[in-house]
């Protein structure tokens, strides 16, 4: 996406489709399939089964980016950065958070409003419908829009061992509350304080990629082979032994795989940036469409995939399972994705224009 604070780089829109893609598949195979249940037989499928992933792959660029422009741009106006954020974030959040009021409208209380910046929290609205339910990480996003130039500000002056220095102090505290939680995989997945490693180690390879540019590093091919292999061997082990879909709530492995799942996703992204080597024009067209309209596809994909479940059902032309579940993503993929660019053009790029610079 075009951006007034820091130059064009059409692989970080690539990378957003990436994530919005994965957890458009997920959605699709447990809302058409499986029914959100482990499925450790398919490890190998894992970045499907456990495409959840791709939201940890959202929270490493947001920390990514922004760290970028604070690096090349200079110092952050704190007024002008939020101001950005909420005409980035609220207008189709907002549109969204009416929605899931209006459907729950007897049950809605006049405190829920306040679940426009907590809705990854208590019964929020939002995650009363699969419609609507993807809205859980904005509150955690826009959490950390609201510390970010404080911390980036501290990165900078403290040195390369300020952010790993907090990773541990948040590690720490992620040990002591998976003793008082009683969901502690739950809180982990959907809460600041299992998240917030994600944006740090984002912001680390932010400062990474500025290295490794200036002394032309990581430019072979074999560097995001390498990164896309470990990002897969990473998830699939998740789906084979400590799945988010498993009824066990008291999983120890989930302490540090999202600080893991980070570390994996951040070195992905920083290979790719680095690396000479390019995608397919047609297929980077593709990626850069959806990574353009990626927050309005994440956003929106559930009421395509939920209306095609109760209008049509999931396609099937009898060969075989991959089959159907590549024909059903190619069809509702592209009719999903077809609805998030009418959702882009209509709901968010009217306020984008209003954006204003925020570094100096």
């Not at 893609?21 to 809302?31: A, R």
């Not at 939680?181 to 600041?192: D, E, I, N, Q, V």
Request: aromatic share 18%; proline share 4%.
């Amino acid at each position: 996406m075009q951006s007034s604070n820091i130059a064009y780089l059409p692989r970080l829109d690539h990378l957003r489709g990436a994530a919005a893609l994965l957890v458009f598949v997920y959605h699709l195979y447990h809302h058409f399939y499986h029914q959100w249940q482990s499925n450790p037989e398919a490890w190998y499928l894992g970045l499907m089964v456990e495409g959840h992933t791709g939201v940890g792959l959202f929270f490493v660029l947001s920390g990514f980016i922004f760290m970028l422009i604070r690096l090349q741009a200079g110092e952050i106006r704190y007024v002008d950065f939020m101001r950005n954020r909420f005409l980035r974030i609220f207008p189709l959040f907002l549109f969204v958070f009416f929605v899931a009021i209006s459907i729950s409208r007897n049950d809605f209380r006049a405190a829920d409003v306040l679940y426009l910046f907590f809705s990854n929290l208590g019964q929020a609205p939002t995650s009363n419908s699969f419609i609507t339910g993807a809205a859980w990480t904005i509150s955690v996003e826009f959490t950390f829009y609201a510390i970010f130039p404080f911390i980036a500000l501290a990165a900078v002056n403290k040195g390369l061992s300020y952010l790993p220095r907090l990773i541990l102090i948040i590690l720490l505290f992620k040990l002591g509350a998976y003793f008082i939680s009683a969901s502690p995989k739950h809180m982990y997945y959907s809460t600041l304080l299992g998240r917030l490693d994600q944006f740090l180690i984002g912001m680390l390879a932010a400062m990474a990629y500025q290295y490794c540019r200036q002394r032309d590093w990581l430019t072979g091919v074999l560097w995001p082979l390498l990164a896309a292999l470990l990002v897969w061997a990473g998830v699939g082990l998740m789906a084979a032994h400590f799945s988010y879909q498993s009824t066990q709530q008291q999983d120890p492995w989930w302490i540090v795989w999202p600080t893991l799942e980070a570390l994996l996703w951040a070195f992905m992204v920083l290979t790719y940036l680095c690396t000479r080597a390019a995608l397919p024009r047609v297929l980077a067209r593709c990626f850069e469409l959806m990574g353009q309209v990626s927050y309005s596809w994440y956003l929106m994909h559930a009421l395509i995939l939920w209306l095609w479940g109760q209008l049509i059902g999931p396609l099937d032309i009898g060969g075989g399972f991959m089959m159907n579940l590549l024909l059903n993503l190619i069809v509702v993929g592209t009719l999903s994705l077809a609805f998030a660019k009418l959702s882009y053009h209509t709901l968010e790029e009217p306020f984008l224009a209003l954006r204003k610079r925020y570094v100096n």
